[in-house]
């Protein structure tokens, strides 16, 4: 069995994690993933950048009903975390955006707004060929697993 990321482009992976948006050369926005033409200007001159690794949690709920495929998991369901983590602007002029992403935890005692999040790659699930599927998430900075 081999693993590999849920998709091409996302993340950086297996080294060191880190989203991959992109950073409009035009306006200065940045967005993930990273897109063709900036939302903002419309402009086509986009960088690759490879996004903070950490962030703020800006807004989450948990996901109580198993989604359509292909979000759907193996096996039976079981709620999770799903929220908007914001990841500061960087050094290199990408601005701050905000990312929509799974969280590690579904316990609602372990989220807050404002607390501090760090990016994880974790399962997702086994394609058609028996392969493992990664993907990103982030969890609370303060948890060690």
């Not at 880190?18 to 926005?29: E, K, P």
């Not at 316990?107 to 994880?120: A, C, F, S």
């Given at each position: 069995?081999?693993?590999?990321?849920?998709?091409?482009?996302?993340?950086?992976?297996?080294?060191?994690?880190?989203?991959?948006?992109?950073?409009?050369?035009?306006?200065?926005?940045?967005?993930?993933?990273?897109?063709?033409a900036c939302p903002r200007c419309t402009g086509t001159s986009i960088r690759e950048v490879a996004l903070a690794a950490r962030g703020t949690l800006w807004s989450w709920t948990i996901q109580g009903f198993d989604p359509k495929g292909p979000y759907a998991g193996d096996g039976s369901f079981a709620p999770y975390g799903v929220g908007y983590v914001k990841l500061a602007a960087l050094a290199d002029g990408a601005a701050a955006v905000l990312v929509e992403s799974r969280l590690t935890t579904a316990?609602?005692?372990?989220?807050?707004?404002?607390?501090?999040?760090?990016?994880?790659i974790m399962p997702f699930r086994h394609d058609s060929e028996g392969n493992e599927l990664v993907t990103f998430a982030f969890r609370p900075a303060s948890r060690t697993a």
């Open positions: 069995m081999t693993t590999l990321p849920i998709a091409e482009g996302l993340f950086t992976w297996p080294d060191v994690p880190r989203l991959i948006g992109g950073s409009c050369l035009g306006c200065g926005a940045t967005t993930f993933p990273r897109q063709p316990d609602p005692g372990q989220l807050r707004i404002g607390d501090e999040m760090e990016l994880v």
